[in-house]
């Protein structure tokens, strides 16, 4: 039992310092700042090694840049600290499995995506391809070449469903009603669920991003909504509760 604690533990501080790269990363790449990942997004001065320690140095710089005073945003460290809990939860739930590591995989492009969806308006293409391959390939380990085929077939057709969903929606509303970025990750999706579960997913995020459509909407919020967070967060959703959802599904279609 100690050592499962212990194990929980490391993975919290785990995914607290992954979580706290993919924020910088997601901060940084839109704007292919690659030279200075370890600098203050206002007066771009380098941090020192000890001011990068996730949690800690935002307390100790009481959510400040010790430089220029201007103040980093709680939602990140918020992230960070979700992303910890997750990893341990994963732990906790999956022990040493596929599913953890699934849910590792998810929570950090999750991470990202939220990130800067939400303060650029775009989903990253690299950790998309990056996190495409490292599910597939885990897939081809734990459950063998045949089950790597289907999932990158089911992602490539939930692609070409996306795709012809983009080309129905231009035409009916004379604009592009899904962005490349949300139709790559749908493609992810495939990888993770496979078709069926995917389409669940897909509607699923649809739904959690109606009430601030509905917000933007009545508020006349002259701007997109990022769709990635709501899609990301359909597509964990439907992973965390795979199992129930497949039974039910068994059920309504017998």
Known sequence: MLIDVYTIILLFFVGLIAGYLCIILALKLPLRKKEYVNACDH???KYKWYQLIPLFSYLMSRGRCPYCKNRISL????????????????Y????FSYELIAIIILTLLAVMIYVSDFKYY????EPLIFFSILI????????????????????????IFMLAIRWLGNKIFKQDSIGGGDIKLAMFFGFVLGVRLSIISLVLGSFLAFPSAIYYSLAKVNKEIPFGPFLITGLYLVFVFMEPIKSFLSIIFK
């Open 43 to 45: 007066c771009n001065h």
């Open 75 to 90: 939602m990140y460290v918020i992230l960070d600290f979700i992303c910890g809990l997750l990893f341990s939860f994963g």
């Open 92 to 95: 906790i739930f999956y022990g």
């Open 122 to 125: 775009v989903i990253l293409d």
């Open 136 to 159: 597939l390939l885990f897939k081809a380990i734990f459950f063998g070449f045949k089950t790597f085929i289907i999932s990158l077939c089911s992602g490539l057709l939930i692609f």
